[in-house]
């Protein structure tokens, strides 16, 4: 079986380079399926089945290996906002926050669990492998460097931060692999304004990528009645249009001519989405 996705860059006008590493990436994944004893797929817990990947849970079950699910940034939703349904399709599952290390020792804790399981390890000195994967932008790399208590993984605000696989010791028996967040490649497009919003809005695709950031704001306040117009103070009636309008005002995001910069303004409201700092409570 032959597992195929896309990924998301880093920096703006790297479309050649998403066309080759296309190719790339699979093999990546494949390889560190191939070569973990369990996998972690960290998940978004403001989306989490629009940040599973399927596919890729599919192959890792018929590989035969071991998975887990983290539910990584719980600390920018709340409990009570949280869909218990999403919950029903997968187990184990564990809640943590990389930022607040809130579920540290529940994860570390059901690693350790899971890993008594295995019988023969991969790695030939008799150590664990765990490998990880995700969305683009699930925390993957600061959920390691919670895990291991000190800064190892690279990284960044910026969908696609990790650039390749990173091998990292957790203890003297566990290690643990990271990987770059891959897309389904059903889902990814770069014409398609569903698939572009769903993957800016959970950040997959960068802030800074998208070609209509208007629209996406648009699309997550239809989703999020009033969490925007409250982390601005800015009455709009859930009218992105209106909010945009406002907060260019307010931010003095201009043209030429005093005309209210709305590009610039959704892109800035996308970012501050982006970076977790507007919460959903």
């Keep these: 079986m032959r597992v195929r996705y896309s990924f998301s860059s880093r920096r703006t006008g790297r479309l050649e380079n998403i066309r080759k590493q296309k190719q790339e990436f699979p093999k990546v994944i494949e390889k560190l399926i191939k070569f973990s004893d369990i996998i972690l797929e960290i998940l978004d817990a ?63 804790d059901k690693i350790k669990i899971e890993s008594k399981k295995i019988k023969e390890p ?26 291991i208590g000190r800064k190892k993984a690279g990284t960044g605000a910026e969908a696609g931060y990790t650039k390749g696989v990173q091998k990292l010791k957790l203890t003297s ?11 389904p490649k059903k889902e990814y497009s770069s014409v398609e304004q569903p698939k572009i919003s769903k993957q800016t809005k959970i950040g997959g695709r960068s802030f800074s990528q998208v070609k209509e950031p208007e629209l996406v704001i648009a699309s997550i306040m239809k989703e999020f009645k009033g969490v925007i117009e409250k982390y601005y103070k800015i009455k709009s009636k859930n009218n992105s249009e209106i909010l945009i309008e406002e907060l260019g005002k307010r931010k003095g995001f201009l043209k030429k001519g005093g005309e209210i910069d709305e590009d610039k303004t959704a892109r800035f409201i996308l970012k501050e989405w982006q970076e977790g700092k507007i919460k959903i409570l």
């Design 122 to 147: 991969i790695d030939k000195s008799g150590k664990i492998t765990i490998g990880i994967i995700g969305y683009p932008n699930t925390g993957k790399s600061s959920l390691i460097n919670m895990l």
């Design 46 to 108: 403001r989306f989490i089945q629009e940040t599973r990947n399927i596919e890729i849970e599919k192959y890792i079950k018929n590989q035969g290996k071991g998975l887990i699910f983290v539910i990584n940034k719980t600390d920018l939703i709340s409990k009570n906002k949280m869909n218990k349904k999403d919950l029903n399709d997968f187990s184990p599952y564990v809640f943590v926050s990389s930022k607040t290390r809130r579920g540290s020792k529940d994860l570390r």
């Design 173 to 183: 028996e566990i290690l643990l692999i990271d990987s770059p967040g891959v897309i």
